[in-house]
């Protein structure tokens, strides 16, 4: 049982669960992912175990990979599933992510599950995602070995998977879009050990109903997110972003009436300086506003801080230290100015709260961070509208899309690929991702023209150029990876 006065550690590292927290590919932000350097981060920042996925190589060994191509994430080319353990041994998975990574190697799933585990739980859990079928007898040969000492579970969209790793004593959780009647069905039928969904998954009804299984999230990002994960019932979830995870997780149990996160920071709109060009790069000049308070029962002395993740950037107007009374707020203007290549790595608004030591609590810190979302908006009616995508670096073609609204369904089509061959169209609509080929149909949520704020969206295509899959994007939200950024918005004209 946590006892305040026994200190949170470092940005909350030593609060426990519930909420149990995963570092998804391990500490992504600050190793390249699913590597033995990213999985060693996160457990070294307290998380209380690791979410990663798991392919075949064509030799049957397990690894730690999310795409089923190598281009992404290392120097290599081609199928991890076509290649034998020693065509990938000379692969770098590191050099991609910085210099100081070179040399990193693909990981074995018996590797991950040897890891040591940290100071802040005895039983470090790991989510095994089986990213393709038939994985499943030789991944339940690797957690035989080290059930004693670990919690595993092992994920998949499949119901058969599921099945399957249940009869062989697995602890199986399914992954679903949004839970319900049919899943808590199932769930009880087999007996299942868990179910996730996205950090919006599960409804709110869901959680005042009884459900057979544990309930995660997966991909919780966003600081509004992990505070409700934190506030719901649930059993654990994963995540990118594990630093921030355990310093929410320490707010909400170091004050649980808080109805919302102490600090936050209005998104930004942007719009490139040009459609076409370098100056149609991600960048601006803005003002926005911050608002930091004091959740706590006593006085805390606040600073604020900002961090780039990406690209250049400076910033005006951050205040000096000051302190806030219990239910104290304030709120400032914040200027900032610079851009980036690519919408993703928003920069940060950090704030640290000190208080002193006193009745049940030591003196202690809780560092909290919250992004300035930069986003882009386009207004559609009946007639179509060309979008131009964002250059990834300075020496992108122009690439240009179609898009219109025709009924309830947005359509869009390719007109300039920017010199991409074998190019298709990818798009985020209200949270959903989608593939075609020179034409999408999506159908709009029904209150789209109700909506006031928009509708999340993103469009671009994907292609190949020199031999590696590239992309180009219109706004965040492609890919639904890392380094996707927030997606734009699209209204109703």
Known sequence: MFKPQDGIGPRGAWVPGPPWILGRRGAPRSAPENTRASLGAALKLGVDGVHYEVRATASGELVLL??????????GHGRVGAKSWVELADVDFGGWYGREFLGERLMLVAEALALAGNHAVDRPMHVLELAEPG???DVARLVEKHADRLSIRVASPSRDVCREAQSLGLSALLLVDRPGDAER???????????AAGPRGFAREEFGREWPC????????????????????????STTEPERALAIRALVHLAPHAARLPLSVQPVVVEPLAQTGPDAAWRGD???????ENPFGFRVALQL??????????????????????????????????GAYGPGGDPLILARFDWSRGPGRPGEALLL??????????????????????????????????????????????????????????????????????????????????????VAFSAGVVGRRDGREVLRRWAGGLPSELEGGVPGRVLAR
């Open 66 to 75: 999310a795409d089923p191509t190598l281009e992404r994430t290392s120097d």
């Open 135 to 137: 994985l499943v007898e």
């Open 185 to 195: 069905r199932f769930a009880a039928d087999l007996r299942l050990a868990a179910c």
């Open 214 to 237: 544990e309930r995660w999230a997966v991909d919780v990002e966003r600081p509004d997110e992990l505070f409700a994960a934190c506030k719901a019932p649930l059993f654990g979830y």
């Open 286 to 292: 803005w003002t926005t506003r911050v608002r930091v």
């Open 305 to 338: 801080g900002f961090a780039v993740r990406r690209g250049a950037f400076e910033s005006r107007g951050l205040p000096e230290p000051f302190a806030l009374e219990p239910g104290e707020s304030r709120e400032f203007d914040f200027a900032l100015a610079g």
């Open 369 to 454: 961070d919250a992004p300035i979302e930069r986003l882009r908006r386009l207004y559609l009616g009946e007639s179509a509208e060309r979008i131009f995508l964002l250059p990834e670096g300075p020496d992108d073609p122009p690439a240009s899309l179609n898009v219109r609204r025709k009924g309830p369904f947005l359509l869009l089509a390719l007109e300039n690929p920017g010199g991409l061959s074998d190019a298709q169209l990818v798009a985020h609509l209200d949270g959903a991702h989608f593939r075609g080929g020179k034409g999408l149909k999506l159908r709009l949520p029904g209150d789209f023209a109700s909506r006031a704020d928009g």
